[in-house]
């Protein structure tokens, strides 16, 4: 299967910490997405890194890419409640479809 | 920007029954995808279009299962008879340029 892995399966951390989370997957991509979802609602994008960037930054978001190792992570830095939801990876393998990940879900605690 | 338009957001039907979906894409976007989402398979996708024609529907799991785009504006996806199985949450979305998707809020079908 192309689809991408992605650990921890659930990460609770305290308000204010870091929350790390990663994808890996067995195919050269083109491209690797990351979203997040809300309990109850549809996918939000949050940040895309192409295969020949190594690392984006979005306001509290870095994401990594290393090809050699095909793995990505996304880093969430000083953690807010409102950040708790799931975070999917998606890949895109060159073609014009994404394949999503099985999801983090993390829960940040007050 | 209104965003992705879904409807119904939630259905509730007895098997064998016909089951609509519709879908309203972003103004301007050329690529519509239907997804479903379930506890144990996760996000999968189902058909994609572009501009308006099917380009990849082997996500589609089962006869049963068809999708249309009548115009730039309007997608449906119908299950018909539909099962217990079905049962999930349908998510359309659609992009420019196949690069970032955005996402409905989902129509969540359950069938008795």
């Known amino acids: 299967s192309q689809q991408g892995e992605e650990d921890p399966q659930a990460l609770s951390i305290q308000e204010g910490e870091n929350a790390t989370m990663n994808c890996s997957y067995k195919?050269?991509?083109?491209?690797l997405q990351w979203y997040r979802q809300n309990s109850g609602r549809g996918l939000v994008h949050l940040i895309l890194?192409?295969?020949?960037?190594r690392e984006k930054h979005s306001g509290r978001l870095r994401v990594t890419l290393d090809t050699s190792k095909k793995s990505s992570s996304l880093l969430i830095t000083a953690s807010r409640a409102a950040d708790t939801a799931s975070y999917f990876c998606?890949?895109?393998?060159?073609?014009?479809?994404?394949?999503f990940g099985t999801g983090t879900r993390l829960t940040i605690i007050p | 920007d209104a965003g992705v338009i879904q409807s119904p957001r939630h259905e509730v039907t007895e098997m064998g029954q016909e089951v609509t979906l519709r879908c309203k894409p972003i103004?301007?976007?050329?690529?519509l995808f239907w997804y479903r989402q379930t506890m144990m398979r996760g996000l999968e996708l189902l058909i994609y279009?572009?501009?308006?024609?099917?380009?990849?529907d082997s996500g589609m799991p089962e006869d049963r299962f068809s999708a249309k785009m009548p115009n730039a504006s309007f997608s449906t996806l119908k299950i018909q008879p539909s099962e217990p199985r079905d049962s999930a949450v349908y998510f359309c979305?659609?992009?420019?340029?196949?690069?970032?998707?955005?996402f409905g809020p989902g129509t969540r079908l359950l069938v008795l």
């Open positions: 979305a659609s992009s420019l340029g196949a690069k970032t998707q955005y």
């Open positions: 195919t050269s991509i083109n491209n």
């Open positions: 890194i192409r295969s020949n960037e």
């Open positions: 998606a890949i895109n393998f060159g073609n014009e479809k994404l394949t």
């Open positions: 103004s301007g976007h050329d690529y």
């Open positions: 279009f572009n501009n308006n024609v099917p380009i990849d």
